[in-house]
């Protein structure tokens, strides 16, 4: 299963369509706070998954700071980050993805792209879809352990 993961756009609409095209085929979309706006309506009419998670940017918003799901037989832990101090670390993080009993973690809000395994947790970040060096990544599950590729936009 082929997961888009963006976050962060901050208004920038245009990157997000950039990565739509890019990651074309993907299974189900994550957006992980700060630009939910920003979402053009052909995501939601494709009828596939779409994930969102608020940010602390994203102020009219009712979507969750977090969801626990599971895709492609991966428990996936998402979330904006911000609540758990990720630009300080991420032991907070790592706490609540054993808490969640996660096998994927997906987090923004540093705007740093970043994928590493942290004690047999495959945890992510894709970086901001409109910041600096625009970027959105396209993770799989199922079949084998996650990978995970960062796509510069």
Do not use: W
């Not at 208004?11 to 997000?16: D, E, K, M, V």
């Amino acid at each position: 299963m082929k997961l888009l993961v963006i976050s962060d756009s901050h208004g920038s609409r245009a990157q997000i369509e950039k990565a739509l095209e890019l990651a074309e085929g993907f299974d189900a979309l994550f957006h992980l706070g700060d630009g939910l706006r920003d979402l053009p309506a052909c995501v939601y009419e494709a009828g596939k998954p779409v994930f969102l998670v608020k940010g602390n940017g994203d102020f009219t918003f009712g979507e969750p700071e977090e969801i626990v799901t599971i895709l492609g037989g991966a428990r996936v832990f998402a979330t904006h980050g911000h609540r758990y101090g990720v630009k300080m670390g991420l032991e907070r993080l790592d706490s609540a993805a054993v808490r969640h009993r996660a096998e994927l973690v997906l987090y923004g809000h540093t705007h740093i792209p970043k994928y590493e395994l942290r004690n047999g947790v495959f945890t992510l970040c894709p970086g901001s879809c409109s910041h600096y060096a625009p970027c959105c990544a396209i993770v799989t599950v199922g079949n084998g352990p996650v990978t995970a590729a960062m796509v510069k936009l």
